[in-house]
């Protein structure tokens, strides 16, 4: 009997072992390997919202964080792990990035998980442009990031005697004037290309349209962008290189973005990225800084779209972890969360306004207010207007100008033969 009740004992401590090891591996399938690019502070603080959803699915979260604001570090990356054959869980990816990923083949069917949580009927159609690939939903889209925005620190505007919100570009650049002659510097910027190509975004809305700008940088008609127009576009990039330090070389973003929320600066040309920034350092819109449309695009938004394109895997636990990933993206009280904290606008119109603050809120109203009036346009300089092959094409034109090296006429040319490309 006591040899019976050993052996049992034994078999049982076995298949106890064996099932908890089982476990313990199915355990371990369940996680998920980010790849992104979102490394300040603000940025961080907002990714944290997800890996704390999921880690209460049992979902550990592996991050792979690639540090560079524009994302191109992130790509280079990226292509690595997918030519060696070992893909990460999902990565973040803009615009036109997402679509060449599409036709390499390699990318997961969302369909089934978009089909049943309604994502047809919640998305803006200008972001499902990038979602799919050929009708298949290949990414989670996680907020949409407007770009033709302008940052203020309130105090510094105060002291340079600027008492009112410019609205036109004469406006802004008498503003800008006045806060360079009290001392302040008065752009606060970062000579990357994807940061001067932001600038770009917002000096051609407002000064051709939108009308112009879809011709040009979007339907890349040759004749559009071979004009006047896009002379005076260069003439007044050249008046904003005057207003900025000379130290802007190399600098990143959220080093600007400081820079207006230390009282250095007076304006940031951002996309609205930034104000998570201000919200990280506990300054309040309206009251410590100002949030507003870059004067002259008003009625418009430029966009790009954070999202999370979900690459095929061969593990079932894994792919498990990230339906789950995905599902977690697109959940509505997620949206609300991680956008409050990220400073952008979520990437579904059913989403309450209740949680955000009055720079929140504008981006809401504006999104949808443009999206109905079909003023919502992608971003020259995010991926949203023209190919990846074509960006960095006008990304050398934007950039040789903004330093000196091609004057306003050469640009224009420089401009017509990268959109031949």
């Not at 570009?169 to 001067?196: M, S, Y």
């Not at 051609?204 to 349209?209: E, L, N, P, R």
């Not at 339906?323 to 904290?341: E, H």
Request: glycine share 10%; proline share 4%; net charge positive.
């Amino acid at each position: 009997m006591k040899k019976n009740a050993v052996a049992l004992a034994t078999s049982l401590a076995v298949g106890l072992t064996i099932g908890l090891a089982g476990t313990a591996a199915m355990a371990q399938q369940q996680s998920v390997e980010v790849l992104h690019w979102w490394t300040s502070g603000s940025e961080a603080g907002a990714l944290n919202v997800l890996k704390a959803n999921l880690e209460k699915q049992g979902v550990k979260w592996n991050d792979m964080p690639v540090a560079g604001g524009g994302g191109e570090a992130a790509m280079t990356a990226l292509r690595a792990r997918v030519t060696s054959g070992n893909p990460p869980t999902a990565s973040q990816m803009l615009g036109f990035d997402i679509l060449d990923w599409g036709k390499q083949g390699v990318v997961a069917d969302l369909n089934a998980l978009a089909q049943k949580d309604g994502w047809d009927k919640v998305v803006p159609p200008a972001l499902q442009k990038f979602s799919k690939y050929n009708g298949k939903w290949i990414a989670a889209p996680v907020n949409v990031h407007s770009t033709n925005w302008v940052w203020a620190n309130q105090a510094v505007l105060a002291k340079a005697g600027v008492t009112a919100e410019p609205k036109t570009w004469d406006e802004f650049i008498a503003a800008a004037e006045k806060v360079q002659k009290a001392g302040f510097i008065a752009l606060a910027h970062g000579g990357q290309p994807w940061q001067d190509a932001t600038l770009f975004d917002s000096v051609a809305m407002a000064t051709g349209g939108v009308d112009y700008y879809r011709k040009a940088f979007i339907d890349l008609d040759t004749k559009t962008i071979n004009s006047p127009t896009t002379e005076k576009v260069f003439q007044r990039m050249a008046q904003l290189r005057k207003l900025v330090d000379k130290d802007f070389s190399g600098r990143d973003w959220n080093v600007a973005s400081g820079m207006v929320i230390g009282g250095k600066a007076g304006f940031q040309i951002m996309g609205d990225w930034a104000k998570g920034e201000f919200v990280n350092a506990k300054l309040v819109p309206g009251k410590d800084f100002a949030c507003f449309r870059f004067p002259g695009t008003q009625g418009t938004v430029t966009f790009n779209a954070d999202q999370f394109v979900m690459f095929t895997l061969k593990d079932a636990g894994k792919t498990a972890a990230q339906q789950k990933l995905a599902a977690a993206i697109m959940d509505p009280g997620f949206q609300s969360t991680f956008n409050v904290a990220k400073g952008s606008a979520p990437a579904r119109t059913d989403v309450p306004d209740t949680a955000f603050d009055a720079c929140g809120k504008k981006a809401i109203k504006d999104l949808a207010e443009a999206s109905k009036a079909n003023t919502l346009v992608g971003s020259i300089g995010h991926g949203h207007a023209e190919p990846a092959s074509i960006k960095n094409a006008f990304y050398d034109v934007i950039t040789r100008h903004f330093n000196g090296q091609l004057d306003d006429k050469k640009a224009v040319a420089a401009m017509v033969s990268a959109a031949k490309n």
